[in-house]
């Protein structure tokens, strides 16, 4: 495995309070022995579950931002986006791939949870989503973005839910483009479940954690962090897809024990020490 530093370009929003998005990628990308290069997208004074932040869209910066990238001749071994405001954003990192078309591109399709879009998301941004899907070689939906991808109802898929209809769920998504894709907190009775496929080989596997009734903010984008950050360094699928459930299953455990507010995420930062590999 190669001792030379991978860079990860990673496109996210950044909030001074609230573990997500930028304020997880860079930290759990650097612990694993990659450079994060974040390109925000937005700053927020915390995250938006919160009543009162304050929010500075970013979107007009952001392509004087990417050039003046390219005039340094740079390369990235990983692009990596999360949560997007906008079609332009949208758009500006399906520009950014094209750029790095040698790169890594590991897409979290943050669009809605539990049945429902984010407000801010509108059918035409959920279908720009789409199109940056088939640029993607990873990515890591929800349950409810599974169902946005592949035109599903949702409450037509999550009663009946079992191993079956995921992994035609996953086959289906991965036909848009990706080689592998990991469906992310799929709860059944009391479990969490992560379901991964990967299209070269046509074979799926899965991980469950307890479910404790609780949603913290942050989980996926931490999830997805770990998997971009160990891939990027060239581990096996199954085995980074284990270690991002190890890692938020004792996180989790760890913020449980402490009654804390789920808007803050889970205590993430004593078990840094874990992903050092």
Known sequence: MSKVVKKVATVQDIAGIGRCSLTAAIPILSVLGVQPCPLPTAILSCQTEYP??????????????????????????GIYSGFLGSEDQINIVIELIERYREALIV????????????????????NKVKDLVKHANIVTPNLTECCILTDRKYEDVVDVINEETLFEIAREISEL?????????????????????DK???????FSNPYNNKSYSGTGDIFASIICGMLVRG???????????????????????????????IFFEPLLKDLII
């Open 107 to 126: 897409v979290d399709p943050v669009m809605g949870d539990n049945g429902e879009k984010y407000k801010t998301y509108t059918i035409e941004m959920c």
């Open 177 to 197: 483009g990706p080689e592998k894709v990991v469906i992310t907190g799929v709860i059944k009775d009391d479990e969490v479940i992560t379901f991964a496929y």
């Open 52 to 77: 009162n932040f304050h929010f500075y869209d970013f979107t007009n910066e952001m392509r004087d931002y990417i050039d003046s990238w390219t005039s340094m001749n740079l390369s990235f071994d």
């Open 235 to 265: 581990f096996d699928f199954k085995i980074a897809v284990n270690k991002a459930c190890d890692f938020i299953k004792n996180a989790v455990y760890m913020t449980s024990l402490e009654n804390a507010d789920e808007r803050n995420g």
């Open 200 to 206: 070269e080989r046509d074979e799926s596997f899965s």
